[in-house]
């Protein structure tokens, strides 16, 4: 049975290629499926907000308080969902921000160590007030405070939106 699928490696090759390359178009250019931009109000706790334009964001920059949070469990038992409607994996380096839109990539840095790591905004929050960024346990790391649990931060937005929707800020080059 096995020497039968290998009489044909270059058809058996093809398959598996143009399969693997659909599979990682839809998943690389749209994580969980959403196009284009999340820029509509909503409301959390009676408390409403009303995301900023993607012009706007493209020159955004923001200095505050920055946390982590945990919506996933190791092998996946408990895994949360983002505002996008993506799995949180730990090993993501993603976050919230309540008026960014979604998905947008932004540069964080630790004003503590100078650490910085580019993460992606997927998800809304934080919703504890006086904190601007929520990151992910394996993006806290990354940046020196796991431990500590939260420290100041600046953060400056790279660009905003996936795929063919995706808009770049002058000067960033990747």
């Known amino acids: ?3 039968r699928c290998f009489k044909n490696p270059p058809r058996l090759l093809a398959v598996s290629f143009l399969t693997a390359s ?4 839809s998943c690389v250019s749209y ?16 408390q409403s907000y009303q ?12 200095t505050g308080s ?17 505002s996008l409607g993506e799995k949180v994996m730990p090993w993501h380096l993603t976050g919230a921000h309540k008026t960014l839109p979604l998905p947008c990539l932004i540069k964080v840095t630790n004003l503590k160590n100078g650490k910085s790591l580019k993460v992606r905004i997927n998800d809304r929050g934080p919703f504890i ?11 806290a790391k ?4 796991y431990d500590q649990g ?7 937005v790279i660009s905003v939106g996936d795929g063919s929707y995706k808009k770049k800020k002058r000067g960033w080059f990747f």
């Open 1 to 3: 049975m096995i020497s």
């Open 22 to 25: 659909c599979f990682l178009t």
């Open 31 to 46: 994580p969980g499926g959403h196009k284009g931009y999340q820029t509509s109000s909503y409301s959390v706790r009676g």
């Open 51 to 62: 995301p900023m334009s993607v012009d706007a964001a493209l020159d955004f920059q923001e």
């Open 66 to 82: 920055c946390s982590w949070y945990n919506e996933s469990s190791w092998l996946g038992f408990k895994r949360g969902t983002t």
């Open 129 to 139: 007030p006086g904190r601007i960024l929520d990151v992910t346990p394996r993006a």
């Open 142 to 145: 990354k940046l020196g405070f």
């Open 150 to 156: 939260i420290t100041n931060v600046h953060i400056e």
